[in-house]
């Protein structure tokens, strides 16, 4: 029998597309000792951060909530809970999570279409209607901004297309929430599923989301689980949801005021997933919004004065993580090893067709700060310099001072 | 837009079913700050875990890891990833975890076939062998320790009924595991599950879980989802994991040396994980089982002593929960309020046919102390007088010093 000494994590700057360093103070909500699942004290708990992300996603929809698990948990509560098997849906891929939102759905049973782009590319309004006018999907469902490849579809404009073709809107916007400009009900978002661990400053864990009264509705009324299990001898007359522990309509009964019981509630999670809405709240939406803006374009010209070509299109480029072009003759994966081991900071590597040719370096949450993304930047500098790529000295940096002072 | 305080957990302590009072050594390890997913640190740290866990499950299991979210996520994954629809399942039901068990087989599409037994009671190996053989089971799909009554069913013999039947056995130790004799290899089974809110200390949202290669071989068999997801037109034939999230065959393969990557690891759960298996072998697993029961009795002796009848079949009883009857004419949700109000101690009521008739009290984990015993039976006796319910002064505590003395 071997037992480890208590956990010492060594000291990382995490600037890569995601998860990043936590805000102390969300750690320190974490430890925060537990109370039972039905103390007046909880429930109370529970419907405050509930009140806090209507806030954060801008919405009045009662049924804004946590499921316990990391943000794909949220994605699968959505989708296996608003779509039965056989009913179609329409997800638009530009990145890796396009491929995992339609993923899901196929294991959900539900008969997905898909329209592709190009990596670092976006749709147009018109492309997403022709789908929409050709697939009549029960639901569209698409990924905000797609970390793989740093743009965010526009989304504006996409909840009356939905309304107009009948179909409900479905979002994720894991990597975009809190950092990027985001409107539930004005855009005519139906769902939306998101996580702790990019603009939100927390660690992975707890998936906050919230669903309006016409999605609450169609899965509600999938809730007669009996009937739809007695039925099972005729799987296509009657489906119920196929997961218990994403079961939305439980969820709901859960964190309604009726609390039936359903999973044994994350609770340190919860004051994570609290601490990390109050913190953002506390700051104001669109100051944070602004603030990540800031700290992407810095670290967008600094790298570009390193000589770092941009990834992707820029006019839809994510606020909070930039792609750039691994320069030729240059080993990406030692880089970033160097960068890791020599002077503590992470940068992303790549998925698919952009593995070994792009780095992804994110500024967003407790790490979209001036001192996070100099230091980026001073250290890649020097990591480059060794690795053969050489810029003017200090390029990097200048031009992120030379923003920020702009900016100022 | 209201933004509330930092949060501040009322004092509790938690001597219900559990969710449990945390070891404050497991909030503390969970306070450390983030790590990149593929940091050589965090890669090693996965590794340790599954080791750590191995010795806290007895078993040589190679895939033995966490699940991302609650003891209801890790069951899920687990019976979804081992059952295709259609398969025959057989869930001895002897309380609401075996409900719940069987809910979460016919989600997943299963012939599911339970058998029941009274509350408080457990099965003979000759009724589980007799329904063994008659239902032809895949998988025979059991609660170690059901907290809904109290009483554990006993499961050494099971392994050997199984393996002659042809059947996986699957339990569920989410209330036993840490507290209770469990043995996963010398008992022979296949895949076991659980959580860190009972007798593991730490707070829900980690689910520790294990599979024989037995079991893993029947998983990784249906992971050509492609091909399932090709043939969905013919359904019986080709069964896709119906689950992303849950697919154990994704989550083994992001737990191997491949690190092929599946969700974002929820890296502050894992910390938590962590400590509560170290905290755990530091102190012996034998030792924690006998300390477990010494304090379960105690509880038992001081609840007796108080003129309360305990529930169940004291001889499958779990060390670390005591069920005992209401008194006529006591309001039992009265005297819980109370003892929550005044006193700061949460004691647990009861689901189904046990509603209103039985308090469910808690010693485990950090809770299986002599302070939180003692604590627990003088408030009791103090609540219950109030109540009209008197019993000699001092009885509970007495009888409590008394066992602690013989057991010395």
Known sequence: MSIPASINPPPRLLMGPGPITADP????????????QYDPWMTDTMNEVMGLYRQVYIT?????????????????????????????????IFGR?????????????????????EWGQVFTE?????????????????????????????????????????????????????????RTDEWGIDVATSGLQKCLGGPSGSAPVTFSPRAVEVIESRKSIEEGIR???????????????LDMAQIF???????????????????????????LLQEGLAQSWARHDLHGRAMLAGTTALGLEPFGALAYRMT?????????????????????????????????????????????????RTDAVLQTLAALEAVLRRAGHRAAAGAGVDAAYDLYGTAV
């Open 25 to 36: 103070r969300v750690l320190r909500a974490m430890s925060a000792q537990l109370v039972g």
């Open 60 to 92: 009045d929809n009662q049924q804004t909530l946590l499921v316990d698990g990391t943000s794909r948990a949220g994605i699968e509560a959505a989708l296996v809970s608003l779509l039965e098997p056989g009913d179609r849906v329409l997800v638009p």
């Open 97 to 117: 999570f396009g491929h995992l939102l339609a993923e899901i759905c196929r294991r959900a049973g539900a008969d997905v279409h898909t329209i592709e782009t």
């Open 126 to 182: 018109e492309a997403l209607e022709a789908a929409l006018v050709d697939v009549q999907p029960k639901v569209l469902a698409v990924v905000h901004g797609d970390t793989s490849t740093t743009v965010a579809q526009p989304l504006e404009g996409l909840g009356e297309l939905c309304e107009r073709h009948g179909a409900l809107l479905y979002v994720d916007c894991t990597a975009t929430l809190g950092g990027n400009e985001f």
């Open 231 to 245: 039925a099972e001898g005729d799987p296509v007359s009657a489906h119920p949801i196929r997961s218990n522990y």
């Open 253 to 279: 009964d859960y964190w309604s005021e009726r609390r039936l019981n359903h999973h044994t509630e994350a609770t340190t999670m919860l004051y994570g997933s609290r601490e990390c809405a109050r913190i």
């Open 320 to 368: 909070n993580v930039v792609g750039v072009h691994i320069p030729d003759g240059v080993n990406g994966d030692e880089v970033r090893a160097a960068m890791l081991e020599d002077f503590g900071i992470e940068i992303g590597t790549s998925f698919g067709p952009l593995h070994g040719k792009v780095w992804r370096i994110g500024t967003m949450g407790y790490n979209a």
